[in-house]
């Protein structure tokens, strides 16, 4: 009968040890980076009152006998972690960062001077290290990366920091800001690369601007030939003197015609209009044959043509048909006839006039346009490389500057640490800092480990795992690989299942209950069996 007491005893505690995993789940609901605890039970021991046979089929023998046992009640038969990713909480820090992956920051005190080497497959078991799911980190005061406890996040230094990385995978140590000594190879660099690109611009510049000046030169003596072909030409088809007379012309016959329309008496008018017209005569043969000669400067040396006598007949044709429906009235039977006659007439002396004053490329004039043109472009194009010239001079100047100012910063105060405007995590665990000048630097990358059994490790204080006897070693990974990918401004949240841990208290309440009953009973059947005497 005390054996049930005592099996009640042992459930309220294992209860009570289960209420202890939940209530502590639920306390550390918003703790970031937690994994939630689930306890199971197990029977505990056993006494056995009657021993068991394995029976016999000989004559007289009897079959198999069970044992009989009876129980001593429960203990706690494992506590578990669930070490899945938990939720991603979103954060305004660069340097907030989370494992989407089953690795592990390895944290922990300055160890060894801060070197702690990987030659041994228990390196970070020995070492003294901790294991943490919590990435909240800063830059202390010394300029390496802890985390908000203090403890220096380890991972792999970058040896070259000048636009490239060098990462030194045979040793962990704590992450740290370069110092201005360190930054100042990187500005240097950059500034040296600056005057280099800058010269070798000003030398590019100077090739144009030379080479500008002799196209320059051969586009203004091809014009000059040009232009001297064409005024011989000009020259030879005595163009200055049919210009000369056809402005004459012009003009003696636009004095007609104001005498004429200004004339008031009809007789005299009519006098004057045979004069206007004889001038008008004059001015158009003096204009088609100005058109001509014009003509043969524009035309192409190897093509034919007969455009005096094509415009002479044409303005011949415009004139009888335009003095044919002069007068007539748009009823007369034969004015539809006139009025083509004369439209047609005047398309054909349209289009040969369109001829004449057509340049072709190849003729004289063509010759000299093209000329002109390009001596014109090649003078833009000098002035384009003058003036790119002057600003590669001046860019290159401003880059001696700046490498001189940075030649001195260098010098100044080389052990103060660098200033960052800015930090970032990559996938990888590399950590970027912003200079103040926009100048991004690998300043290391974090590392990982990997444990064989999570199960193994032990929970210390805060947020940290300690590798346990059952975990085994821990091996060291770079971020994106097997261990998962680092995602910057995030933090992991806790892996607690609210609902779960309410449901699993309501059922740990009732068997803490069922088993108080145990003993609540046993004392009732103890309290009988006392009273029997009486």
């Known amino acids: 009968m005390v054996k049930s007491m005592f099996a009640g005893v042992a459930g309220l505690r294992a209860h009570q040890s289960k209420m202890d995993v939940i209530g502590n789940n639920i306390a550390n609901v918003n703790t970031w980076g937690y994994k939630a605890a689930n306890m199971s039970f197990k029977d505990a021991m056993y006494q056995s009152t009657s021993a068991g046979s394995s029976g016999s089929t000989e004559d007289g023998g009897y079959g198999a006998v069970n044992a009989n046992q009876i129980g001593y ?121 600056k005057l280099e690109a800058a010269r070798k611009k000003l030398e590019e510049a100077k090739v144009a601007y030379q080479s500008a000046s002799l196209a320059l030169a051969d586009a203004r003596a091809a014009s000059i030939d040009a232009r001297e072909k064409y005024e011989l030409a000009y020259k030879k088809n005595g163009i200055l003197d049919k210009l000369t007379i056809r402005n004459d012309a012009k003009d003696a016959a636009d004095e007609a015609y104001s005498k004429w329309k200004s004339e008031t008496d009809p007789v005299k008018a009519d006098s004057l209009k045979i004069v206007y017209e004889t001038a008008l005569d004059k001015f158009e043969l003096a204009d088609a044959d100005l058109l001509v000669a014009q003509f043969e400067l524009r035309k192409s040396p190897t093509s034919a043509s007969h455009a005096a006598g094509e415009l002479t007949d044409a303005i011949k044709a415009y004139r009888n048909a335009n003095a044919a429906i002069e007068g007539k009235k748009e009823t007369d039977p034969d004015y539809p006839a006139l009025k083509s006659a004369l439209d047609t007439a005047k398309q054909e002396l349209n289009d040969i006039q369109e001829k004449l004053a057509k340049v072709d490329p190849d003729s004289i004039e063509g010759k000299r346009d093209a000329a002109v043109l390009a001596e014109k472009a090649a003078g833009a194009k000098l002035d384009d490389a003058e003036r790119s010239q002057k600003a590669a001079e001046t860019q290159y100047t401003n880059a001696q500057t700046s490498n001189m100012t940075t030649q001195e910063k260098g010098a100044a105060d080389a052990d103060a640490l660098a200033k960052f405007d800015s930090y970032k995590v990559l996938e990888d665990g590399s950590v970027v800092g912003t200079t103040l000048d926009s100048k991004s630097v690998v300043i290391g990358k974090i590392a990982l480990g990997g444990v064989t059994n999570t199960g193994g490790l032990e929970k210390d204080s805060g947020y940290y795992y300690t590798v346990g006897a059952s975990a085994g070693n821990v091996s060291v990974y770079e971020g994106g690989g097997t261990q998962g990918k680092i995602r910057s401004n995030a933090l992991e949240m806790a892996k607690v299942d609210l609902a779960t841990e309410m449901t699993d208290m309501i059922t740990t309440q009732r068997g803490f209950q069922a088993n108080s009953k145990i003993i609540t009973v046993t004392d009732q059947m103890l309290e009988e069996l006392v009273n029997m005497k009486r």
């Open 73 to 193: 009640g429960v203990t706690t038969g494992s506590i578990s972690y669930d070490f899945s990713t938990g939720g991603i909480s979103p954060s305004n820090s660069g340097l907030d960062c989370m494992i989407e992956g089953t690795g592990f920051f390895l944290v922990g005190p300055m160890i060894n001077g801060g070197n702690v080497s990987l030659d041994s497959e228990d390196a970070i078991k020995s070492s003294g290290l901790y294991l943490s799911r919590v990435g909240k980190f800063k830059v202390d005061p010394n300029g390496y990366l802890t985390d908000d406890s203090g403890n220096y996040v380890y991972g792999f230094k970058n040896n070259d920091i000048n636009g490239n990385t060098d990462f030194d995978k045979g040793a962990l140590s704590p992450l740290r800001i370069p110092t201005n000594g360190d930054m100042a190879s990187v500005a240097g660099k950059d500034s040296n690369d």
